[in-house]
Each structure stands twice: as C-alpha cells, then as structure tokens.
C-alpha cells in the first residue's frame, strides 16, 4: 500500500504555468512507474505523463513540449511541470504509482485554466 498526496493545482491563465508535485508515503524506486492522469467533465480519465524506474518518460501527445514530468528520488516526489497551459488542460489531474498492474491513486487535485 502506498498513500499518494497531490499538491500544486490552482487557477491559471491561459499561457500560464503551473507544477504539480506527489508525495509518495514510501521509496518511488518500489513502483514500476509513476506520474499523472487527468480527468475533464464529461470526459475519461487519460494518461498524461509517466516515468518508470529507469527514468524513462512518456506523454500525451495533447502535452508534449508543454509539460516535462520529472521525480526526486531523496524525497520520494513526481512532479509535472505544465507550461503554456491551455484552457483544454482544464482538469482535476490524479497521481498514480503502478507496481505491475495494480495502480494506486492520490485523492487528485483541480488544474483550472481561464482567463
């Protein structure tokens, strides 16, 4: 088990930036993979970046060049980095950790862009 907490979300305006940072409760290098999903209204849930053990990343096409996820071994954090937002980014976005296939969620965290 492993309690996930998201932090960073917030209003923005389009062209703006924000980081998300996930505070895992136990050693990143334990999971497969982590990073982040996002979930709009009256959309489902979709990958947005990921990174694995071995430090590779993967993105959304939708997010590639914006965003730029990245991990602090030491103190057991993902962060995404969003840049030039869009009011399409408009989300609550989820940490994961994946250990095979069993992902466990953080509680998600609200990423509004308008101006």
């Known amino acids: 088990q492993v309690q996930l907490v998201e932090s960073g979300g917030g209003l923005v305006q389009p062209g703006g930036s924000l980081t998300l940072s996930c505070a895992a409760s136990r050693n990143i290098f334990d999971f497969n993979a982590m990073g982040w999903y996002r979930q709009a209204p009256g959309k489902q849930r979709e990958l947005v970046a990921s990174?694995?053990?071995?430090?590779?990343?993967d993105y959304a096409d939708s997010v590639k060049g914006r965003f730029t996820i990245s991990r602090d071994n030491a103190a057991n954090t993902v962060a995404l980095q969003m840049n030039s937002l869009k009011p399409e980014d408009t989300a609550i976005y989820y940490c994961f950790a994946r250990i095979l296939r069993r992902h466990s969620w953080g509680p998600g965290t609200q990423v509004t862009v308008a101006s």
């Open positions: 990174i694995n053990v071995g430090g590779v990343t």
